[in-house]
């Protein structure tokens, strides 16, 4: 018999942090083949509860609650129809649920939709870490990574690389070698803590205000690398970054740090100019006029999305610079986040 007020016998909670200041981003793709990327994790998570009942008490197997849009759907499984949430319900059918329960799911972030900051990466890293407590065994962080990548690429065909999955699934400050496509090694840069918070102190992020759009821009862009192979000059070129950025952080070299996240913004502006917005290069303005050492533009560039930008030392300055920046557009948005040592992590509980 249906009981819909049944409580749940437990509930399963997971988060994953999403990713800013993505160095030698393109170059974690297919057709790079090989490549090297660092990402930093900060808060805000993804958020997911899996709330579990007994099968024979609800009426269907999956509910899932996507709480940032408001809608709430049956995940049919075995049929590939993949409608409303294509990325969640393709998760859902790839992870599997045990015939003997139901579940209720929930997800959400603070994280700003489409802002090239890999939310949704982070979503279905989260999503994937706590389904995975709902069969025996677990996957490693490594494991999970990969198979929310696979559910874009091989269930979805989508163009995905592989750094925002990893990103979600180890958080921290990410050195990523990618020595074939997709297969990469993970090495955490272990900073000092006065290093680690002034990072954390100087950081700031800033939405541009509506949702990253990457079609027609980012499909001229993969054209001509595809055509120049893994040895193309701007691939080559974006290469360089991670391991320069690396190598100032552990130095506290803030300033070195900053011209890396210049140089690389620049080497997406060559690949092609709209990589590098007009509204990108306002907000750049207005940080180079308060002290700015850095900018960033988050993930592959292009129209929407966001920037990371590398304070100065003056606290005053960076607020006034923030408040200068929300003041020029109504759309821009500055996103509160803080670094995380910590990637995916899952756990339940049982309901009081």
């Known amino acids: ?23 030698g981003g393109w170059t974690d793709t297919w057709f790079a083949k090989y490549g090297k990327i660092l ?19 609800r009426e269907n197997m999956v509910t899932l609650f996507a709480e940032n849009y408001g809608e709430r759907f049956v995940v049919t499984l075995g049929n590939g129809d993949w409608n409303t949430h294509p990325l969640l319900e393709a998760t859902v059918e790839r992870m599997g649920i045990p015939d003997d329960i139901a579940v209720d799911i929930t997800l959400y972030s603070d994280a700003p939709a489409g802002a090239s900051i890999g939310t949704s990466a982070s979503v279905t890293v989260a999503l994937v870490g706590a389904l995975d407590l709902l069969t025996p065994g677990r996957l490693t962080q490594h494991e999970i990574a990969y198979a929310a990548q696979s559910v874009e690429v091989d ?29 990469a090694s993970v090495s955490h840069i272990k900073l000092p803590n006065r290093i680690w918070w002034e990072l954390n102190r100087r950081l700031v992020l800033i939405y541009l ?16 690398l595809e055509n120049a192979g893994s040895e193309a000059a701007p691939l080559k070129a974006l290469q360089t970054t991670p391991e320069r950025a690396r190598d100032a952080l552990v ?3 803030y300033t070195a740090l900053g011209q890396v996240m210049i140089d690389n913004s620049e080497m997406q502006r060559d690949l092609h100019p709209a990589l590098i917005s007009h ?10 006029h308060h002290g700015a050492l850095g900018w960033k533009v988050n993930g592959a560039g292009g129209d929407g999305g966001s920037i990371t930008l590398l304070c100065g030392d003056s606290t005053t300055q960076q607020r006034n610079m923030i408040a200068t920046i929300e003041a020029a557009n109504p759309l821009f ?12 992590y899952a756990w339940e509980v049982m309901p009081h």
Request: proline share 5%.
């Open 1 to 23: 018999m249906v009981d819909s007020n049944q409580k749940p016998s437990k509930i399963i909670y997971s988060i994953a942090p999403i990713r800013i200041c993505d160095l």
């Open 39 to 57: 990402n930093i994790g900060v808060s805000p998570h993804a958020e997911v509860q899996i709330d579990v009942y007994p099968r024979a008490s």
């Open 155 to 183: 269930m979805l065909g989508r163009q995905s690389g592989i750094q925002d999955q990893l990103a979600a699934a180890y958080g921290n400050i990410n050195y990523i070698d990618m020595f074939k496509y997709p297969y």
């Open 209 to 224: 205000g509506k949702s990253h759009d990457s079609s027609q821009v980012h499909e001229q862009v993969i054209e001509g």
């Open 251 to 253: 130095c506290g070299n």
């Open 279 to 288: 509204d990108a290069d306002h907000i750049i303005d207005i940080a180079k």
């Open 333 to 344: 948005q500055h996103v509160p986040i803080h670094l995380t040592r910590n990637g995916v």
